[in-house]
């Protein structure tokens, strides 16, 4: 299962869906088909075919993942509200609000019960159902952003991988709804915590620089943007990331071109198109 999540993570998703279904098979083999096991890896398959656009395929998956959680485990476990907010996020891809509105209140509800107020599963959720009242121009959605920046500055001394995880998602969305400050707060919080966790040259560190940068340069502060993105880039020279270079390399030249410096614009350019070639 581990070599799985690296394929997927690596967004190799043929080999990550091959990986899935072949430990699919085995577990059904091993338990039956009314086991967790069995469910987690319908889940698993169904997040790779979401990741892949192939939206059909990805719901058939986690509708049977959770028709398997509720029958073992009941309603109220954790798994089964993580399949409602899974089937959410199809629905909200496939741009269906409503139900995906639906699912993500319906997990929502679950987690509530099971950890209270104050957890970050919490905060995602109201981030989610905070996105959807945004696409159904409602409102209601800056009080969900509201909750969930809340809940995550309420754990910001946890340094688990999960909450600087979430808060990084939380500050992506934030951003992508013109909440600029609380996104930045949520990019500088997760920064915090991933450089704590995994030490200043990992892959999620540069993530964070990077979503710092964007923030900055939305906001025109270009010096600053400039710092950010270059620490990234230095992180993902390292691991040779060119999809993600490619993205920063093209900001700074924008940057240089809007300060005036047209031959640093030029050599970013270039860059940017060289790691684009096929290798």
Do not use: W
């Not at 430990?23 to 088909?33: D, N, V």
Request: with cysteine.
């Amino acid at each position: 299962s581990d070599v799985c999540s690296s394929d997927l993570y690596l967004a190799q998703y043929d080999k990550a869906l091959k990986c899935y279904q072949q430990s699919l098979a085995i577990k059904k083999q091993a338990f039956g088909e009314a086991h967790p096991d069995v469910a987690l890896s319908y889940n698993n398959i169904g997040v790779v075919y979401d990741a892949q656009g192939d939206y059909d395929r990805a719901l058939e998956y986690h509708q049977q993942s959770l028709e398997i959680r509720k029958q073992v485990l009941g309603e109220s476990h954790p798994d089964v509200a993580l399949s409602y907010n899974n089937i959410g996020v199809v629905y909200y891809a496939q741009g269906d609000y409503d139900r995906a509105l639906e699912y993500y209140q319906k997990s929502l509800e679950i987690t509530l019960k099971i950890f209270g107020k104050n957890h970050p599963y919490v905060a995602l959720l109201y981030t989610n159902i905070g996105s959807v009242y945004t696409k159904l121009q409602d409102d209601r959605a800056i009080p969900c952003f509201k909750m969930s920046f809340d809940i995550y500055d309420a754990l910001s001394e946890d340094d688990s991988p999960e909450v600087a995880n979430l808060c990084n998602q939380l500050g992506i969305e934030l951003a992508a709804q013109g909440f600029g400050d609380m996104a930045l707060h949520n990019f500088e919080r997760s920064l915090e915590r991933f450089l704590n966790i995994y030490g200043k040259n990992h892959p999620h560190v540069a993530l964070a620089y990077n979503n710092i940068g964007n923030v900055y340069v939305h906001r025109g502060l270009y010096d600053l943007s400039l710092d950010y993105y270059k620490k990234s880039a230095d992180i993902y020279e390292r691991y040779q990331d060119t999809e993600m270079l490619k993205q920063i390399y093209d900001a700074i030249s924008f940057i240089y071109n809007e300060q005036g410096d047209y031959s640093n614009a030029a050599l970013y350019m270039q860059k940017a198109f060289e790691i684009s070639l096929p290798q």
